[in-house]
């Protein structure tokens, strides 16, 4: 009774010691071990951890110089015995007479007791214990007692392990994101250099083909129109990747005025004549024959943009001399739907969320010189979420699809 008490105590000791966070592993190890000394009612003792494959460490003792002394167990000692044999070993036991009696000089006593700490079937260290206070013999009792004892230590151990571990990830982590942040940094000025420098080009070209429209004969004109819608599509994408680059980022202020909702759709036709006429498609206006709300509050520019993507959306999926509906409808008196309606192969239900993803596109077969880089929705989403406002697409595979989005009126 007396050994289960002791035992039970020095557990508990143990594992207080362990949570202690105010300790360090070796500080932890040392009371831990001066415990165990008190719990076997011995004088001396240690605790050796392996150190690579071939040597034991000494990271406690009740004799302070022994702490850092290495072993190996290519050495016929006791400590590289309990290691080979993944058992206890008790000196005086006569069952045991090829066990080597070589031990540490400063012992007073012979008889001496070791148990390997053992975790995941593999011993990562002993614990030993000598100098019996009273008569030099340690009982069959006190052996599965320093046995139970070993076994606890290895959560201490282990515990400290995990947590080097996870230390040494957390600071290979924090290192892998500063990298990481770095990399982004030099891409996004990269990437903001290239799309700028872009941009100039491209305008230089456009203001070009303007001139040449003038000056070139009649039967080359097609030549120079497809030039000059080809220009105008890359000048949108460039705007559609500085503008998602900005919302990604929140650096861009909408410009709130009020906009005629039927102006700013004649505008938007207007501004795409080139493309209607090349794929010979006839676009529908539908306006509420109420009239209202006259007038309603956005960034003009922002939103303008939004309903020429679309309908540079629904040309491309659309065949030659389709129909393309574009308009508005105020079901409700705090927020107007616009919306573009094409009668092209339609949207499968798996794609609805997806094609509103940065670079996503839905393959076709032939876009007759319409140009997408998979921008277009993903800028009117953000734009649209940007006002406050909702997208989506109401579509049935084979048959169409009708965009849609909605904002509010203030």
Not at 198 to 217: M, Q, R
Not at 368 to 394: D, N, P, Q, S, W
């Amino acid at each position: 009774m007396a050994g289960n008490k002791r035992l039970l105590e020095v557990l508990i000791a143990i594992n207080t010691i362990s949570n202690t966070r105010t300790l360090k592993f070796d500080q932890k190890l040392q009371h831990i071990l001066i415990e165990i000394v008190k719990c076997m009612q011995a004088q001396s003792g240690s605790i050796m951890l392996m150190r690579g494959l071939k040597n034991l460490e000494v990271v406690a003792s009740t004799s302070p110089a022994l702490i850092g002394v290495q072993q190996s167990l290519d050495q016929k000692s006791p400590s590289a015995w309990v290691v080979k044999n993944k058992i206890p070993l008790y000196i005086k036991d006569e069952e045991c007479p090829d066990v080597p009696r070589k031990r540490f000089d400063h012992y007073e006593k012979e008889a001496f007791l070791l148990a390997p700490i053992i975790s995941n079937e593999k011993v990562i260290g002993v614990l030993s214990v000598t100098d019996k206070i009273v008569e030099d013999v340690f009982s069959r009792e006190e052996h599965e007692t320093l046995f139970n004892i070993a076994s606890q230590v290895i959560i201490t151990v282990e515990n400290q392990r995990l947590t080097e571990s996870l230390k040494k990830r957390r600071r290979a982590i924090h290192r892998k994101n500063k990298e990481l942040v770095k990399l982004e940094k030099l891409k996004t000025e990269l990437f903001n250099m290239i799309v700028h420098d872009l941009k100039g080009a491209i305008s230089e070209i456009i203001a070009n083909l303007d001139i040449l429209t003038y000056t070139v004969s009649e039967e080359n004109q097609e030549f120079v129109d497809s030039a000059k819608t080809g220009c105008d599509a890359l000048y949108r994408m460039v705007f559609d990747l500085l503008d998602i680059a900005r919302l990604e980022e929140g650096r861009i202020d909408l410009i709130y005025e009020k906009i005629n909702p039927q102006d700013l759709i004649k505008e938007s036709l207007s501004r795409l004549f080139g493309l209607f006429r090349m794929k010979e498609l006839e676009f529908v206006e539908v306006i509420p024959s109420s009239g209202k709300p006259e007038y309603f509050r956005g960034d003009r520019g922002i939103i303008l943009r939004i309903l020429q993507n679309l309908l540079i959306n629904a040309m491309s999926h659309s065949p030659l001399g389709k129909r393309i509906e574009i308009g508005y409808k105020n079901e409700k008196d705090s927020e107007i739907t616009f919306f573009v309606k094409d009668y092209g192969p339609g949207v499968a239900e798996e794609y609805k969320k997806a094609i509103f993803d940065k670079y996503f596109q839905l393959e076709k077969k032939s876009n007759k010189g319409i140009y997408t880089t998979g921008l277009g929705l993903t800028f009117c989403k953000m734009a649209v979420e940007a006002h406050r406002g909702k997208i989506g697409v109401e579509s049935q595979y084979g048959k169409g699809s009708r965009f849609l989005f909605t904002l509010p009126l203030e």
